[in-house]
Structures are given as structure tokens and as C-alpha cells.
């Protein structure tokens, strides 16, 4: 991509409304747009990262051979009176009567949808067991939208759902949801904890909260400055680190994931049963398991950030590589810069090539502001020894290579 | 994927809720599921085959340079009301107020919040031409919603915006999309007409229809069956063909895209204005084009099937093929589909393996149903010679090759 010809608009200032590092960083590198107050445009650049992020969480769900789906956002009221969990979300949940008179809703979850679902076509224990995810726009009426994709009326969530024959089934599943959790966290460069949490409005009897610890949480973990062992609200109030008996810290932490141990909660109510191996009808056990992908950005960005801008992680990073002719009306060093970008393009590299006719001093604070890993600056030392700089966002390491070495070195770094 | 892990439930008989071949085939296939009228879930099958499609026209939008974004689904009725298209969507906007009093709807189509959007950010010539995009699901509050996913009130739609300096730019990209529109359609398998429409409620001067001749389209077409040329109804007052002065035929079509020469409908109301080169102001000149993803689905399936169920056109295919061994409790049998499947697997193909325990004609309806291009057959031909069958769905050849030839067999076909 050719800056001149793409989206990306940068600002020098937030405006007024950004609360959060990560949303006045994101506002100004022109990944998001306000359309009214917790309703979000993703321009393209921010477009590019969730779907980095949607990739990284396909990888991982499929590879415990969950299945993807796509659920409406449409739903009938009537599925959320059989579970009462239409007065349990109250006002929270988007609701409208169509020119037929049915009463609906918009989404916020799709527990109730998925089990009526599954049981139109589960009959037999041969049926059993499987894992069904999708990643998908949810709506909330929230009272008070903050600090941008953190706490929006619109947001995406992936949403999987596991069925299994027994606890035995559900026990293994959820093992396994939750190192897919690690990984994936991992895997957009998260510092992450994992703390045993309250089901809540969700249900069931178990169920473990993935934070990140981050200025804009809204969660709060305290932490032992000893072991680094991390305890949730309710741990906490016995005051001090059980091991280390010491004293523990205040943190605010962003939920990112939280996964839940349903049982039968929602099978008994939609009658959700299979027949097991002699005949006998037995319900299924249920498990689910939610991401909060939009709210992945601004978490990744308040831990992947400093003074100049964002710092991406490699797997979540917009593009790869950021070319800089530092004038590109030099035609020596706007062609070598040319050369570099296809060269690199051709090895299916994602590259964005600042050909914008702006002073160098700009250029170089948007390369900073927009966190791409890595730079590579063709300038004076290009003129004078045919070399170019190559930069690393994160570690600010500077190295000089000669253009026909530019493959070996960038696959280096 | 193994079938006997996978969600794909086929059924005997449609519901009677069926109104035409592609959604009777779509339910039958198990690719869609009904939650409420106009309102359905994509099951696995029913997504691969919307992600081919999606795939398709990410490739040719990106190729002519658009820039994909993400817009919200809520939007403020005040922009509505700007362009006085809040009286002209009327009961078809699905409206609703949150807790903080705002009035609200959902999204059927973008033109305001895009150009308000463009508006934010476009200040000289220098920032243009450029174009956007989104995939992105849609709504509208259908009174008689019908066909599955024909006529639905939550459906998937790609929305393109373009912007340019002045009318030879709009000229120019118009043209780059209806040849990226015939790629599109031809890579779906459709076989489709293109007509000069009446732009209606989006506006502007000049639009074209893409239709596609089925059974369960809304729309009429002429067609002469001498030269085979086809007339929008209006053209089709004249009542015989132009050039063969023979009568035409009335043919039921779908309409699956729709492009738009916007002018300056919008960028007018929103102040969308750009200083030229000479430092003058002018308006920026806009089109759109929509593509209704989700009805593309049934207006593939309504070209592409016979009495047994569907015929894929192979890049919107769910898999690539299909490995039947005839009986999975015969060892060798099971043994030998497995390494056909592994071998494909390992080549990148999308494969499905039925290890379901059923009788052969059940698996061999069933592969019929499904509808994928290649089916490779692992039966009684294996143990005596040691030989596979390989039989294509559409047209229905068989060939028969030794088990270490599969992978240039799969090729040649």
C-alpha cells in the first residue's frame, strides 16, 4: 500500500473525548471514528488489526476442531423469557417491536439461541461432542460508552459454546479452551491473569476471568510485589499474599475473556437431551467461552505503547514493515525505495510505503505514532554509502544494510 | 474434517417452510437455520460457503485499490433526517431510542455515515480519489420476508463508496467496478445480466442493475430468444426485441448488485468538499455499489443444481472433495479413505471425510445433497483392483485410478 493512496489519516491531537492512552492513540493513528458516543467506524487501518486478531482466535478455536458459525443479532424476546434472563439484563438489552408485532432484540449474548439450536438436531450420544464459535457483532443500551472499543454499545465478541455428554467431556473441553485462551493472548502480546470468577448473570458453577492489567480496567486485581501472584476482588479480602503474607497492590484490569462451566442450566430449559449408549435420555452439559475482540485493541495497545505512539506486537501489527523515503522528490531515493517495497511485496510481506511529499520530521513521528515493527529509512546514507537504515519500533535498534542484502535482513530481525 | 465430527445435519425433507428450490436445498444441506421468520442462523457448511464468496469479493475490490472499513450498524436517525431519507425508508428502518434518549436505527444501507465520515477527514485534492468498503450485515424490518435468504431482515451486504475530484474519475472507477462486478458474478458461477436501472431511493443519475434469471427473483427480465439479448422491464414496453423485432419471453430474476453514479447528492448535504489545485472549493463527486451477499447464496444454488441437490461452482464450493469409503467398518476400506483423505489434506484441498456409519445409498444421497465438485469413492473397485473412484457432481464423469495416482487425478479434473 502506497500511503498517498490510503485512508490513513493522522492527527496531531486527539480530540477532547479520548480518556485512555489507547484511545487517544488510536484516534490519533486513524484506526477508529466516533460516529456518536460508544458507536465506532474501524477505518481501515484499524480494520486490519482486528482481522489479525479474528485470525489469530480462528486459528486456535479450530484447531481444537471447534466449528465457526454465524448467528443473528435478530432475536425474539421469547428465548430470553424461558431462561428470565430478560429481567436479568433489563435495560441493557436492545429492544424493538417489528411491523408484525414481534418483540425482539438485539443480542448482547447467544446462549438461548445456540441451545435451541443444537436442539433441533442433536438426538444420540454419536452426536456428541462438538464445539460450535462464532465471531460476531453484540449490542448494549450501555448508560456510559468509555474509553472508545473498552466500553462500547457496539462491539464484537467471539462466543463459543461447547456440548458434551458428560462433566467428564466438559472438564476436558474447558482444559483445553483455556490453553487456546493463553495462546491467544499470548500470541497479540498480552501480559495477562487468569483469576476464578464469579458466573454471574451467565450461569453455572465454575468459571476462570482472563484481565489485563491496564490503566483503563475496569476490573481491579491485586498483586503480591513478592511471588507476582495475582488474586481477584473476593480473594483479596483476606489482605495479604497467602504465600508470601504480605502485603498486596491495587490494579485496574480490562476483562478479555471469561470462560464458564454451564452444566445444564440452559439444556434443561430448551430441552436439550441426547440418548446415551443404552437408550436413556440424558442432557447435555454445556460450556462457554468468550472473547471480547474489540476491546483486545485498546488492551493490547495500553501494554504495547510509549511516549511517540503504539509498539505492535507482530502478530497483530497492522503491516510489517514501514518504507521511508525521507524525500521523495529525490529520485534516487524514492526509486531505491520503490525497489525495496516491491521486493519485499513479492515476499508476500505486508509493507506500506510513506510516499507522501511531507518533511521527514513528519514522517518520521507518524512511522513512530503507527508502531509498524519495523522501518526502513532511505536517506543520506543512502546517497552517500548506498545503504539503508533498518529500525525496530521496540527495541529502537538501528541497523545498516545494502539494498540487495534488505531480504536477508529484514527475515533477521 | 470428519463428517461424524462435524455440525452438518442433513435432512430427508425441507420444513414446509420452503418456498423454492434454493432454500428447500439450503435447509435439506443443512446450511441455514430458521430462528424466527426472515431471521437465520449460518450453520457451519452455510459460512464456508459465504466465506468462499467473501473471499471472491475482498480479491476484486482490493485489485481495484478500495480500502476496506467497518462501519457500525447503529446510526443516529439525524442523519437521517439530513438527507430526507428518513420519511423515504419509512417502516422499513428498524428504529429504536436508547436509555440516554437518542433516536436510533439500524443501518440498511451506509451513503450518510460514509460520507459524513469522508467529510472528517477529505480537505484537498491530494486526498483524492479513493474508495471504501465494508462487508458488513444489514437490516430492515421486512413485512413478508421470504425465500430463506432472499428477502430476509437481517442479511449481508457489501457496501462500496467511491470519491473522486470530478465526474471522469467517477466515470472511470464506475467502469472498474462493473468490470470487477462481471468477475465476481462469472467467479461465482452466475450466470447474470446487467441492465440500466432507475437509481430509486439511493439516488443520482445513473445506475445498473446485475440480475440473475431464477425462479425465486422478484424482479423481470426480457430476453429475446433469437439474439438472447435481455430488456429491464421499463425498455420492455416497447414489447418486441429491438433488434430481432421478435416477441419476448418473461423471465423471473434476482438482483444481486446494484451500482449507483451518486454526483453530489450526498457530499452536498454533508459539506464533503475538497480545495482543487487552483485553491477553489468543489464538491466531492460520489458513487456507491452494493453486492447482497447472503442472497448470492440461493441465486448460486437456483443455477446450480438437479433433482439430487446442489452442483457447486468450485470457488464458492464448501470443500473441494469429498472421500467416501463405502463402508467404514471394513478395515481396508476405512484405511485407504483415510490416506486419500490425509494425502489430499496435506496438498491444501478442502476435504471432507464420511466416516459416518451409515449404509452407502444414504452416504452417496448425501454426497449428492452437499453438492461438492469431486466425490472420490472407496469401495468394492478398491479391494478387488485396488483401484478409487473418482466422479465429478456436475458432470457426473467417473474415472477410476490407482490409490498412488489420486493426487494428479484430483489435479487433471
Known amino acids: 500500500m502506497y500511503w498517498s493512496k490510503s485512508f490513513i489519516h493522522t492527527l496531531k491531537e486527539a480530540s477532547e473525548e479520548a480518556e485512555s492512552t489507547s484511545h487517544r492513540l488510536m484516534l ?27 485470525k489469530i482466535i480462528r486459528q486456535e478455536m479450530n484447531a481444537l476442531g471447534s466449528q465457526e458459525l454465524l448467528m443473528p443479532s435478530i432475536q425474539p424476546i421469547e428465548l430470553w423469557q424461558m431462561t428470565k434472563r430478560d429481567e436479568l439484563l433489563g435495560e441493557v438489552m436492545i429492544r424493538f417491536q417489528d411491523r ?7 443480542g448482547p449474548t447467544h446462549e438461548e439461541v445456540v441451545t435451541d439450536l443444537a436442539s433441533r438436531y442433536i438426538q444420540s450420544y454419536r452426536d456428541l461432542p462438538f464445539v460450535l464459535y462464532q465471531i460476531q457483532t453484540k449490542f448494549r443500551d450501555e448508560l456510559r460508552p468509555r474509553f472508545g472499543l473498552v466500553r462500547a454499545c457496539e462491539f464484537i465478541m467471539k462466543d463459543a459454546y461447547s456440548f458434551d455428554k458428560d462433566t467428564e467431556g466438559l472438564d476436558e473441553i474447558y482444559d483445553k479452551m483455556y490453553k487456546a485462551y493463553e495462546n491467544i493472548f499470548k500470541r497479540c502480546g498480552l501480559d495477562f491473569v487468569s483469576i476464578k470468577a464469579d458466573p454471574g448473570v451467565i450461569g453455572g458453577d465454575v468459571s476462570h476471568e482472563f484481565l489485563v492489567p491496564a490503566e483503563n480496567g475496569e476490573d481491579v486485581v491485586y498483586k503480591c510485589n513478592i511471588c507476582g501472584n495475582y488474586l481477584s476482588g473476593n480473594d483479596a479480602e483476606i489482605d495479604v499474599c497467602p504465600h508470601c503474607k504480605k502485603d498486596l497492590t491495587k490494579i485496574n484490569a480490562l476483562e478479555v475473556g471469561h470462560i464458564f462451566k454451564l452444566g445444564t442450566k440452559y439444556s434443561d430449559v430448551f430441552g436439550l437431551r441426547y440418548l446415551d449408549e443404552s437408550g436413556k435420555e440424558r442432557p447435555v452439559i454445556m460450556g462457554c467461552y468468550g472473547i471480547g475482540i474489540s476491546r483486545l485493541i485498546p488492551a493490547i495497545i495500553e501494554q504495547n505503547n510509549d511516549a511517540d505512539g503504539i509498539i505492535w506486537p507482530k502478530e497483530v501489527a497492522p503491516y510489517d514493515i514501514l518504507v521511508l523515503p525521507v524525500n521523495v522528490t529525490d529520485k534516487d531515493i524514492f526509486s531505491a525505495a520503490k525497489k525495496v517495497y516491491e521486493i519485499l511485496e513479492k515476499k508476500k510481506m505486508k509493507v506500506i510505503l510513506d510516499d507522501r511529499d511531507e518533511r521527514a520530521g513528519i514522517k518520521f513521528k507518524d512511522a513512530d505514532l503507527l508502531g509498524i515493527p519495523l522501518r526502513i529509512t532511505i536517506g543520506e546514507k543512502f546517497l552517500k554509502e548506498k545503504k539503508v537504515e533498518i529500525k525496530s519500533r521496540k527495541s529502537k535498534e538501528v541497523k545498516l544494510f545494502n539494498l540487495d542484502k534488505i531480504e536477508e535482513a529484514v527475515k533477521g530481525l
Open 100 to 106: 408484525r408485532g414481534r418483540k425482539l432484540c438485539l
Open 28 to 54: 490519533r493513528a486513524g484506526m477508529i471514528k466516533m460516529l456518536i458516543s460508544g458507536v465506532y467506524s474501524y477505518l481501515p487501518l484499524g480494520l486490519k488489526v482486528l482481522d489479525n486478531i479474528n
